[in-house]
């Protein structure tokens, strides 16, 4: 069982590279996936009777935050996407067109 000091101390370990952390949050979650739980916590929230949500203020700020974690989901997964390795850097002038062998004098 992972206690919460555990959960604590890892997340400040995680925080030194964010990159990573995205990165294995989109290779673990699909954002389609993402964002269909969202959806279902958000449409939980609210139609469920008694609870915080009954009041319309408290339901309009949790609505807000929905849409910015969409945003936020969004741009972590194009982060990530962008963040992709490519097939490697171009070649510099100085080794363009360079022939192999010895330097010549």
């Known amino acids: 069982m992972i206690t919460v000091m555990q959960t604590q101390a890892s997340t400040s370990e ?22 269909s739980m969202l959806w279902e916590w958000l ?27 969409t945003l936020l989901i969004a741009a972590a997964y194009n982060v990530h996407q962008n963040a992709a390795p490519g097939p490697g ?8 067109n360079k022939k192999s062998g010895p330097p010549k004098p």
Do not use: W
Not at 29 to 35: A, C, D, I, N, R
Not at 46 to 65: N, P
Not at 89 to 96: Q, R, V, W
């Open 89 to 96: 850097p171009e070649p510099t002038n100085n080794t363009k």
């Open 14 to 35: 995680n925080m030194k590279d964010p990159f990573r952390i995205i990165t294995e949050f989109c290779r673990n979650y699909h954002q389609h996936e993402v964002q």
């Open 43 to 69: 449409s939980t929230a609210i139609s469920r009777t008694h609870s915080i949500y009954d009041d319309g203020k408290e339901r309009a700020s949790l609505i807000t935050l929905y849409e910015n974690i």
